[in-house]
């Protein structure tokens, strides 16, 4: 049998103030299953992957994800937990202009102590930039770099730690359809073992995954706030 990288019973979720409810009675997801989150604009797909990272907290319910129970951890314990065993790529990259792009793809080991800058970590955050095609401008910084590559450099930090799980939320939403479809490849064969889950309107790219998850299934209303719950990290 294998091991389930979440587990989610009887989940509640709702924002103050709106009707929106996100309620997931069941849910599991296998240890390296890469999974499509999929459904109309406002459904909830952010809103869970933002739960699932421990972004936000459900008022009731089981989360467990890379065996820790997210649901019952503190906000410290919550960022710690993130830092460590979650890889996310944010809608809006929230890459920090002041730094060039090599500083912004080795942040992770800036803002978490248990990870070690080494060599090690310095080769393979370069595999990665040369991968998506950022080798050569590792020295610019975003607000000299296109969408498509800020785009594409979130993705290469997500995944510059080796994390257990990757969070992608529309990683592919700068890109052209053959870019797309090759930044995703990219996305999952550099996750290797790790569990993907990532939002994606695009239902060109959903062969690439071993399955779609429509999230519309589990809410009750259109949630105004779900593209844009608060990114804190």
């Given amino acids: 049998m294998k091991n389930k990288a979440i587990t989610i019973r009887n989940l509640d979720f709702s924002y103050p103030g709106s ?7 069941e849910l599991d997801i296998e240890a390296g299953e890469k999974v499509a989150l999929t459904g109309a604009s406002g459904c909830g797909k952010t809103t ?13 319910g089981r989360l467990t994800v890379a065996g820790t129970v997210v649901s019952e951890l503190g906000d410290r314990a919550r960022r710690a937990f993130r ?10 990259f929230e890459l920090l202009e002041y730094l060039p792009a090599r500083d912004n793809l080795l942040l ?21 930039a040369g991968s998506v095609g950022l080798a050569d401008k590792l020295d610019r910084h975003p607000s000299r770099l296109s969408g498509g590559e800020r785009q594409r450099l979130a993705i290469a930090r997500a995944l510059v ?17 053959d870019t797309a479809r090759g930044v995703v490849g990219e996305l ?6 790790a569990t993907v889950l990532a939002i994606t309107h695009d239902h060109s790219l ?3 995954f071993d ?8 809410s009750t209303q259109p949630s105004p706030a779900d593209r844009k719950p608060s990114p804190e990290s």
């Fill in 83 to 92: 830092s460590s065993k979650i890889g996310f790529v944010f809608q809006e």
């Fill in 108 to 128: 992770p080991y800036t803002v978490n102590r248990a990870l070690k800058l080494d060599s090690a970590a310095r080769d393979r955050a370069a595999a990665i």
């Fill in 161 to 177: 730690t080796a994390p257990e799980i990757v969070v992608a939320d529309e990683p592919t939403g700068n890109l052209d359809p």
């Fill in 48 to 60: 869970l992957a933002h739960l699932v990272a421990g972004i936000l907290e459900p008022a009731s």
């Fill in 19 to 25: 009707p929106f409810r996100l309620t997931v009675p």
């Fill in 211 to 218: 399955r779609s998850l429509d999230i519309s299934r589990y």
């Fill in 188 to 193: 999952l064969a550099r996750s290797a073992g």
């Fill in 206 to 208: 959903l062969p690439q």
